[in-house]
């Protein structure tokens, strides 16, 4: 049986590698990882921010499927996860960092503390370091390294010099030895340790392979990074940004995107900075994106450190290694930052695997379209576990051997629930009702529909306008395509609708399952 290493890095962008052809980003740990695997260059996760995102690759189903909407809408108990499957194949699945799956409120009591967050632990991952939202287990070991830690101790964010705002590219003030990411692949290492050298009576995990699932929260903001990352790449460099040439443009496009850029706070992405993000100029963006550029580099490096470790044991060919992320990012394109709405750069996302099984096939790209559903059934299979009929999501096996499926999807799809549960913003300014808060996309190579429950559609012809800038939804010249692509979606709902018993029959013989004919 492989060792499982699931790694997630959080809001990272597909085209930000090497590997994929980035004028400017240098991920040199990763480019060789992917010559030592598969990189799945057309890779899309299907929700965001980042409880949807996850849920779709933790369960393998569909937003409309698992019905996690936002961050702090529960995971519902009856769904699998590939914890719980690899959990029953023998494994005990381990996280570093975090999950954010929300507990179901059905399966706990009134006074459960997990009904306090969003927080809560996937079911089936016992958890070795769990790193939430104010990040204490990491400042606790960046006081424990002889940090003086400020008050508040968030303020470890701000720059060691200069203001916070307007950002200027100063890196932080701790190194690159103490960033959350080399905290968590310490804590990650420390356990190999354990597990690999531990006697199998004694060893939770010892005597057995391991699965591990290292959930890294960089290259997220807080936008920071301390040298040599912060001043690694030259905000004038880099390709000019996609999209309208002001905010009021961008927004002039759809009601959502001028809601979406009215909302975001300068907060949100930067310690310390007040005001709205949309009043960044380009200067101020290229900044911020050069810092963006620098966190990528920097979660290469412990990358690096992981498998420069994972060799050194002699564990490097027994281990399936799965690299990804849940969202993407806008990073200053179309005006917008953070993950949200339809656009490619917050659901285009990277995907390398290692199957060191497969070594034939060893630095193959993939531009066949995938899936974040389809990892768990993926990762199922390469380890002999039982894969549930009904996922939404398809192993990727076949394109190990060099194969790739005649009936392999031409389309990517992915959802975007912008309801606000607690506050009722979003349904207050967009005028709309909380269950007609949200939009679906289908994208293939030459076109892009996306469809809102309560809002006018938007289509671009990718063809000729690979920018989506052009909004030709309304143009008659389109309307047998919008027409195609909007009954091509239906299918694919029609199609990905809760599917768990649907293939079952009871009979005089007992229950068929027509799925595994």
Not at 176 to 191: I, K, N, P, S
Request: net charge negative; aromatic share 10%; with cysteine.
């Amino acid at each position: 049986m492989l060792n499982v290493l699931l790694i997630t890095a959080d809001q990272w962008r597909g085209d930000c590698l090497g590997v994929a052809g980035h004028p400017v980003v240098r991920t040199p740990h990763i480019d060789a990882l992917a010559r030592d695997g598969v990189h799945f260059s057309r890779h899309y996760c299907q929700a965001a921010p980042c409880s949807p995102a996850r849920a779709c690759l933790y369960t393998g189903l569909y937003q409309m499927t698992n019905r996690v909407v936002r961050n702090g809408t529960p995971l519902d108990a009856r769904h699998d996860t590939i914890a719980l499957a690899a959990r029953r194949a023998g494994y005990d699945p381990t996280l570093f960092g975090y999950t954010d799956q929300s507990v179901d409120p059905r399966t706990v009591t009134g006074d459960d503390p997990w009904l306090r967050t969003y927080e809560g632990i996937l079911p089936g991952m016992s958890v070795r370091v769990r790193v939430p939202e104010d990040h204490g287990p990491w400042l606790s070991w960046l006081e424990a390294r002889g940090h003086k830690l400020p008050d508040p101790p968030q303020d470890i964010w701000l720059p060691a010099d200069g203001p916070a705002d307007p950002p200027g590219g100063r890196p932080a003030r701790y190194g690159e030895d103490d960033t959350e990411t080399a905290f968590l692949v310490g804590e990650f290492l420390r356990w190999l340790g354990e597990v690999e050298s531990a006697p199998p009576a004694r060893a939770k995990a010892g005597g057995r392979p391991w699965f591990a699932h290292l959930s890294f929260i960089r290259p997220h903001p807080p936008f920071i990074v301390p040298e040599p990352y912060a001043s690694m790449y030259d905000p004038d460099a880099g390709p000019e940004f996609l999209g309208a040439a002001t905010p009021e443009e961008a927004g002039a496009v759809h009601p959502f995107l001028a809601y979406s850029l009215d909302k975001l706070d300068k907060a949100d992405l930067v310690w310390g900075a007040d005001g709205k993000a949309r009043d960044w100029d380009e200067a101020t963006r290229r900044r911020i994106r050069a810092t963006y550029w620098g966190m990528v580099s920097e979660v290469d490096a412990q990358i690096g450190r992981v498998v420069a470790e994972l060799k050194a044991r002699g564990l490097y060919d027994n281990t399936l290694i799965v690299l990804t992320a849940d969202h993407g990012e806008m990073m200053g394109d179309h005006q917008l930052f953070s993950k949200l709405g339809f656009y490619d750069q917050a659901y285009h996302i990277p995907l390398i695997v290692r199957d060191p099984r497969k070594p034939a096939h060893h630095g193959r790209t993939v531009e066949a379209f995938s899936e974040s559903v389809d990892i768990m059934p993926t990762v199922l299979e390469a380890i002999g576990a039982e894969c549930p009929t009904w996922l939404d999501g398809r192993a990727l096996t076949p394109f190990f051997d060099g194969e790739t499926p005649a009936d392999w999807r031409e389309a990517v799809h992915w959802e975007y629930d912008f309801r606000e549960v607690a506050s009722g913003e979003a349904e207050a300014k967009l005028g709309l009702p909380i269950d007609l808060s949200g939009m679906s996309v289908i994208r293939d190579a030459d076109v892009k529909y996306v469809h809102f429950a309560g809002l006018p559609p938007l289509l671009f012809d990718l063809e000729t306008d690979p920018g989506e800038t052009r909004n030709v939804a309304d143009d008659p010249a389109y309307l047998s395509v919008r027409l195609h692509y909007a009954e091509k979606m239906l299918a694919w709902r029609a199609r990905h609708l809760d599917r768990r018993l649907t293939g079952i029959e009871l009979t005089e013989d007992g229950p068929v399952d027509g799925r595994e004919r």
